[in-house]
């Protein structure tokens, strides 16, 4: 009977530590969010004012200032808790602010513009921090995913709710130059 009862202590204790570690890795890899998407919010607010700068200078690339206010409001409106679906709006955003600065580089007056330069050393700043996150981020991930996916969490996965995140990758189409033809 002492036996049993201590095979069953042994039982629940290893399972409170198998729930807890769950919880653990769940909640880290929400705080590492957490500190992205504090910067993303700063990003968002700064992409206004460095739009609005460039179309003074290049009004004829109306399409390419488009493109960044929509992937900008594209990424504020997905869902707060959605992490997955953020990872890939902010791809998107990521790949059509990298067209803004190429413009920067192809007109000589926006280039010397001093709050375009402001502009874009605040947001440049705020892209290192973002890199920083990203690296904090995919390392709760990978220790998240690793443990709902091995053994012995595999097996109380759907018992405990695991939830697997994606990492916070470059895409492949932000891997590749920006393309500016002015023809």
């Given at each position: 009977?002492?036996?049993?009862?201590?095979?069953?202590?042994?039982?629940?204790?290893?399972?409170?530590?198998?729930?807890?570690?769950?919880?653990?890795?769940?909640?880290?890899?929400?705080?590492?969010?957490?500190?992205?998407?504090?910067?993303?919010?700063?990003?968002?607010?700064?992409?206004?004012?460095?739009?609005?700068?460039?179309k003074g200078y290049a009004k004829h690339e109306k399409s390419t200032l488009e493109d960044v206010t929509n992937a900008r409001n594209a990424?504020?409106?997905?869902?707060?808790?959605?992490?997955?679906?953020?990872?890939?709006?902010?791809?998107?955003?990521?790949?059509?602010?990298?067209?803004?600065?190429?413009?920067?580089?192809?007109?000589?007056?926006?280039?010397?513009?001093?709050?375009?330069?402001?502009?874009?050393?605040?947001?440049?700043?705020?892209?290192?921090?973002?890199?920083?996150?990203?690296?904090?981020?995919?390392?709760?991930?990978?220790?998240?995913?690793?443990?709902?996916?091995?053994?012995?969490?595999?097996?109380?996965?759907?018992?405990?709710?695991?939830?697997?995140?994606?990492?916070?990758?470059?895409?492949?189409?932000?891997?590749?130059?920006?393309?500016?033809?002015?023809?």
């Amino acid at each position: 009977m002492i036996i049993l009862l201590g095979l069953l202590i042994l039982v629940v204790l290893l399972l409170v530590g198998i729930f807890n570690r769950f919880v653990k890795n769940r909640n880290t890899v929400n705080d590492a969010w957490s500190n992205i998407d504090v910067a993303l919010k700063r990003r968002y607010d700064l992409i206004p004012n460095l739009v609005e700068t460039v179309k003074g200078y290049a009004k004829h690339e109306k399409s390419t200032l488009e493109d960044v206010t929509n992937a900008r409001n594209a990424a504020m409106q997905v869902p707060k808790g959605d992490i997955n679906a953020q990872i890939k709006a902010e791809n998107q955003l990521q790949q059509s602010l990298r067209s803004i600065f190429a413009l920067g580089e192809a007109y000589p007056d926006l280039k010397a513009n001093t709050n375009f330069l402001d502009l874009q050393e605040k947001l440049n700043v705020i892209e290192e921090n973002l890199e920083r996150s990203r690296r904090y981020y995919n390392g709760t991930v990978r220790e998240n995913n690793t443990y709902g996916e091995s053994f012995p969490g595999v097996l109380f996965a759907g018992m405990f709710k695991y939830q697997h995140f994606d990492f916070f990758e470059v895409d492949e189409a932000s891997r590749a130059n920006v393309k500016v033809d002015f023809s």
